[in-house]
């Protein structure tokens, strides 16, 4: 199996590969040296298991993810489609803007539905055509807790500000838009309440 290595992450590799005579992409997770190999290796399994799940489960929800082709839980690898477009973070401004009332939605729908990202960024964003691709699930976990929920939107909302903030101000209203029509009032707003809470314990947070 012939692979080139197309990006590198903290929990673990993409390669691109072939996968019955298609391009797919492997994504294989890494060792952790400073964790006991029992464990370590527990662990991997674990995750490469529940991203594989979520992956496919949030597609009932009508979110576009990367179609799952082969888990190989022994080795900790997951192959899957390979998604043609650009990342959300590579965009123009202006798109980028247009297309945050769309990510707000996608992000709500899969709140609602309780599941949290866990690395709700710019980068795991692709625009393919007209649709938006969520990627990298390797964080993902089944929650419907509104602290949970308000972790992925600070999240999201920082990276606006540090990689996008020409156009943060409207990229976050559009994003709060549509997350907002898909989790309605009630929801929205204890979510939003959670992330000012959250902004508030860094804003004071002593280093001792």
Same mark, same amino acid.
């Given at each position: 199996?012939?692979?080139?290595?197309?990006? =590198?992450?903290?929990?673990?590799?993409?390669?691109?590969?072939?996968?019955?005579?298609?391009?797919?992409? %492997?994504?294989?997770?890494?060792? =952790?040296? /400073?964790?006991?190999?029992? %464990?370590?290796?527990?662990?991997?399994?674990?995750?490469?298991?529940?991203?594989? &799940?979520?992956?496919?489960?949030? =597609?009932?929800? !009508?979110?576009?993810?990367? %179609?799952?082709?082969?888990?190989?839980?022994?080795?900790?690898?997951?192959?899957?489609?390979?998604?043609?477009?650009?990342?959300?973070?590579?965009?123009?401004?202006?798109?980028?803007?247009?297309?945050?009332?769309?990510?707000?939605?996608?992000?709500?729908?899969?709140? =609602?539905?309780?599941?949290?990202?866990?690395?709700?960024?710019?980068?795991?964003?692709?625009?393919?055509?007209?649709?938006?691709?969520?990627?990298?699930?390797?964080?993902?976990?089944?929650?419907?807790?509104?602290?949970?929920?308000?972790?992925?939107?600070?999240?999201?909302?920082?990276? %606006?500000?540090?990689?996008?903030? &020409?156009?943060?101000?409207?990229?976050?209203?559009?994003?709060?838009? !549509?997350?907002?029509?898909?989790?309605?009032?009630?929801?929205?707003?204890?979510?939003?309440?959670?992330?000012?809470?959250?902004?508030?314990? !860094?804003? /004071?947070?002593?280093?001792?």
């Amino acid at each position: 199996m012939l692979m080139k290595l197309i990006r =590198k992450g903290a929990e673990g590799d993409l390669f691109l590969t072939n996968w019955i005579n298609q391009k797919a992409v %492997l994504k294989s997770r890494k060792k =952790k040296d /400073y964790r006991n190999a029992s %464990l370590d290796y527990r662990l991997r399994k674990q995750r490469t298991v529940r991203e594989s &799940e979520i992956m496919s489960e949030v =597609k009932k929800f !009508g979110i576009h993810t990367p %179609l799952v082709y082969f888990v190989d839980v022994e080795n900790c690898n997951i192959i899957m489609e390979e998604i043609n477009g650009a990342l959300a973070r590579d965009i123009s401004n202006s798109k980028l803007v247009r297309i945050c009332k769309d990510i707000g939605k996608s992000v709500g729908i899969m709140h =609602k539905n309780g599941i949290a990202h866990g690395d709700l960024t710019t980068s795991n964003f692709i625009i393919s055509k007209e649709d938006i691709f969520i990627i990298d699930f390797g964080l993902a976990s089944r929650t419907s807790k509104f602290d949970d929920h308000a972790v992925d939107l600070r999240l999201f909302k920082e990276i %606006l500000n540090s990689a996008h903030i &020409e156009v943060f101000e409207k990229a976050w209203s559009n994003f709060l838009s !549509g997350y907002k029509s898909s989790v309605g009032k009630e929801r929205f707003v204890k979510v939003t309440n959670q992330v000012m809470v959250i902004e508030s314990r !860094g804003r /004071y947070a002593t280093v001792v």
